[in-house]
């Protein structure tokens, strides 16, 4: 019984953590949307990466978890307290039920993880990161963790939560990851536009069953990712490409993705093809873009700084970067040969993770070209493109591409970014009038 | 459709819904399961006491002989995964090591342990032994 009720307690924890310093009117306020453009879900999103950069941020100063913990949930408690009448007004028939199915949905999830808590393979590597936060030894210490080459801010987020959990059980720091996961499902449809709220319920569990990898939760950092890039794109199609550029929107957007570097390696492309296909797209002077592109630079090489000369770890692996590189990649015959390799891959990829599979035809169904107006569309089917790029170019260029790395890497690399393009599965919902049903 | 029905519809609606959902993550029995079987029991069940990962052994002797902050080599015969991370005050090691834990050795007789492939085998004396898995300290 005590179990369970911590874990009760551990999803208040979160409410209540992730609930400062933004609400709807702020929001809406900083990025000068309409009232009501931005509602208590998108908030918490965004409340969301606040933790996640000031825990970034605590990581490097060797701050005791407890500490850090108690500071955040007493400014987030008066924070609370403050707008205690706001809280109050939230209370009505239709909020009690949509958290009611965030909170029954999300204690399943935490429940079922509670029970069958074993780590999977990569989880007893990325758990190694974990201890030394911890167990509060200096942050340097990373660099003799297993997979030392990865950063640490998944590591730090599961030890912030393990630590500071009541029972300081392990697969507490966990649920962090799948709390920021269903609050990032239940965000991005905010973009949807039917009157009927059974249907955005049905639609959201539908997701989630597609979506929904106990074994990723078991140690690894995908849905980090993933969760990461589905709460870009819910902002990302906020703005309107055709106007002239919304320099507050943007600049949110792009230290969120900036996040992605901080979980995983490949997190760094991500940001930049996401973040400069957006600042390529909006429309804005050339020297502008110019500026947002160093400023998207200079966050990358920030990171890299702090990895090179705090931690001491040198990101991507550099073996890989040798004169045997150039023989690889002029040998056509095998390049074809791991062309096809990939492509079969990807396609088992989009099986085990069947989202892909609705993605590719609802691009199909999008119309992108015809739709000339809908830049956001363009926006997202470009970004498909590199990302699809991207993968390719990740195993064409690896010197060592086997049938054994393929199998166990690639569909992870597929899955973390499937959440990125929900919003076209959306976008075609809507347009097939699902909100005129009666339902 | 007057009001009255139109809520209990609804109503309805949400019940099956939500049931559904618990259904289909088996939150009844993962609750139950909780409820009846401990932290250490589960682990047990998942990583095995003294199989694959054997997480029960690694439990078990570290309670019993007080092993936090002692340095340990671990050996995980069939090529499980080592386990140690999840056990926070243990101090693991390839040198230098006090006690030696051999996991999943498949043996006849205890002494076949003598067997395994470690140059010093011989200076250690077994302290422990649950059917295939072993604790060894390093002879004074």
Redo the contacts between chains.
Sequence with gaps: ?I??TAILIQFFVFLVICSFPFNPKNLNKILRSAKGSFNHTDCHAINIFVLINILLVASFFNIQLKHTFLTLLLISSIFLAYRRKEVLLLINKKNI?KF??FF??T???F??T??????E?DG?HW??KS?VF??NTEIINLKYSEMFQYPHLGGYIWAFFWKNSL?Q??YFGRFFYIYFYLISIFTVFNIAKFKSE?LI??LI?SLI?LTYDPYLFAGYQEYLIFSTLVISIRFICTINFSKNIEYNKVFLILLMMSLLMWFKNEGIFYFLIFGTLLVVLNKNSIASKLLLFIFILSIIYLQKFLQENIIEIYGLNRQYMNDHIIDHLLNFKLLIINAIAVSKHILMASIKYPLWILIFFSFFFSNIFKNKKNSFIKYLFFAFLLNILFIYSVYLYTPITTEHILSVTLDRLMFQTSGFYIPVLILVFNKIKLNSSNF | MNLHSKNIKNYFFYLIFFLIIVKFFNTSYNSYSILLWDYDKRMTQEYGFCKNESWGFYNHVIKKYNLGNEKINIINDEGFVRIYSLFKNIDITDKNYRYLMVLNFQSENKEDIYNLKIHNINDFSIKYRSNNCYLLELND
């Design positions: 019984m179990e369970l039920t009611g199915f029954i949905i204690i399943s999830i429940i079922s509670a029970q069958s808590l074993k780590l393979w007893f758990i190694t201890l911890f167990n029972l059980l392990e059974k319920f049905i569990f069953f």
